[in-house]
């Protein structure tokens, strides 16, 4: 599934000096600063624009939103750091704190949804309400063939998606050529453990929206554990949806998300 949408420019653009990594950051839209603003977290080896563009305008329509990239990804250069979920987390943190935001609203896609979690169970106060799009709990959470070497599932991004994604991160990425040596440290991240317990997910106090595909990279099951264990939880399952195209679901996904954000 091509990308066909075009995402609205930013309000402005910067970037965070954060203890050794430079996050790069949009500002979208404007309103009431009573609202709390929207957190945009995209998944791995995606941009801003790349993951977001057919979701952004939406509720940029009618309040601030915080859109970074993520440590190499876009914008944001690479560093010798791992590229774990708890340095994402903490790294994001640390932008709001730049920032002067006290608490948001999150929408987290894929390792962008792992790092909205962790943040979730480290830092609660700093979260409203909690949308985790593609995201599971425990790594057996995925599909068997998701976490099996040279699979050529359907659940899969394509050749046309992984070009897709080296295109866009060549228009923008501090060092172009570096994609392929990316690609391999966010796959070995990917396939990290996760530290994340039942009693993590029933201490979760945001209101929680899961959303997944119906052909995702996460099981249905799973995510239906995850609606069981968080307290305020709701999940969708929309059909005839890959990881990848998730977030392109428009006529489905931003009912559902003007509904729960508010």
Do not use: C
């Amino acid at each position: 599934m091509r990308r066909t949408d075009v995402m609205t420019m930013p309000t402005s653009s910067a970037y965070a000096k954060l203890d050794g990594l430079a996050m790069y950051y949009e500002l979208h839209g404007s309103g009431d600063d009573a609202r709390r603003p929207l957190v945009l977290l995209h998944g791995g080896l995606q941009t801003v624009d790349l993951n977001f563009a057919a979701v952004l305008p939406t509720p940029a329509a009618g309040r601030r939103v915080v859109a970074p990239e993520l440590q190499g990804h876009g914008r944001t250069a690479d560093t010798d750091r791992a590229l774990t979920v708890p340095h994402l987390a903490s790294d994001v943190v640390a932008l709001l704190d730049e920032l002067g935001i006290g608490q948001a609203d999150f929408l987290g896609f894929s390792l962008g949804g792992l790092t909205a979690l962790h943040l979730a169970v480290t830092h609660p106060e700093r979260v409203g309400r909690l949308v985790l799009a593609a995201t599971q709990y425990t790594q057996e959470g995925y599909h068997d063939e998701i976490r099996t070497p040279g699979s050529t599932s359907p659940r899969l991004p394509g050749q046309s998606d992984f070009r897709e994604m080296a295109e866009a991160y060549a228009a923008v990425a501090p060092h172009p050529g570096h994609f392929q040596d990316f690609l391999a440290k966010v796959a070995a991240s990917a396939h990290a453990p996760l530290s994340w317990t039942a009693d993590d997910l029933r201490g979760l106090a945001a209101p929680t929206l899961l959303v997944i595909g119906d052909t995702d990279f996460v099981r249905i099951e799973h995510a239906a554990e995850m609606r069981r264990l968080i307290p305020r939880a709701q999940l969708a399952v929309l059909p005839s949806t890959t990881h990848v195209a998730l977030m392109r679901r428009t006529s489905l996904l931003l009912p559902m998300l003007t509904e729960f954000l508010g």
